[in-house]
């Protein structure tokens, strides 16, 4: 299955998509990563992407909300740290001052409701998905829904379209898959932040154990962390760190379901099913979009 990459606005800067803005962020932790922790100015940055200092700085400002120098210091193992010791919001907070449910989540508001363990063990037999392939802020994004609402959203940059589209449809062997882009768009642009007027309906796609753990991720705010041992208690089985490490990992809305805010307990990002770059350019956009806000 192979299809085009459906644009989520028609609006473009300077001739520029998304994906462009995203390519220059993806490029510009890269070198941050090579530079072994060793600030890169402006000037350097921009010119080894061949863009003058003005473009760059206003492109990136554009994405994040804060300058290239402040976002380096988000996308480092320091900051990671840092939250912990300073940023970090343990997951009984969140239920207390409602943050789950239909609460607010990365700027968007969310819904979602759970498949039965009994439609679980079919294996999708009997569901529809339809899928399509959108830009997005982290890359080319395949994203995928039922009727009922988004099931699946994965990343194309680092594994490639092929990889991404085997990787969801192996979740749910037996569903019948339609590529209708034109259905999910509405979903996409509330899940992506270009319309944030209506609540983006998650529909999970799991196992008993993996659907709780993905509920706790949806507890966790915007610009905030957790640790997988939290997860953990917070779900009643607090010696089943590596189980719930399995299945943040096995989460496939991908974004919506921020995985991406689970960290080691040492302060490390561990590891991230779309690449780690994704994993640091979500924690980074939140973090900036917090501060700017």
Known sequence: ?????????EHQDEGQTPSYHYAVVKRAIEMIDAADG?????????????MSPAHFQRVFSKWVGVSPKRYQQYLTLGHAKALLDANFTTLGTADAVGLSGS?????????????????????GDGLTIYWGWFESPFGPALVMGTAKGLCGIGFGAETGERAAMEDL???????????????????????????ASEPTPLYLIG?????KVW?????????????????????GTPKAVRAVGTAVGRNPIS????CHRALRKSGGLGGYHWGLPRKRAMLAFEAARAEAG
């Open 169 to 195: 449809t192996s979740r749910w062997p037996k569903a019948s898959y339609v590529e209708d882009p034109v259905m999910l768009r509405p979903w996409v642009l509330q899940a992506f932040g270009a319309d």
């Open 38 to 50: 060793h600030d890169l100015s402006l000037e350097d940055l921009a010119a080894r992407m061949q």
């Open 103 to 123: 609460g607010r989540l990365h700027d968007l508001f969310v819904r979602w409701e759970a498949m039965s363990p009994g439609e679980f063990a079919l294996k």
């Open 207 to 211: 196992a008993p154990f993996q659907i």
């Open 255 to 258: 974004w919506l379901v921020p």
């Open 1 to 9: 299955m192979t299809s085009t990459v459906t644009h989520l606005s």
């Open 215 to 235: 509920e706790a991720l949806l507890t966790i705010p915007s610009g905030k962390i957790t640790t997988y041992s939290e997860i953990a208690g917070h779900i």
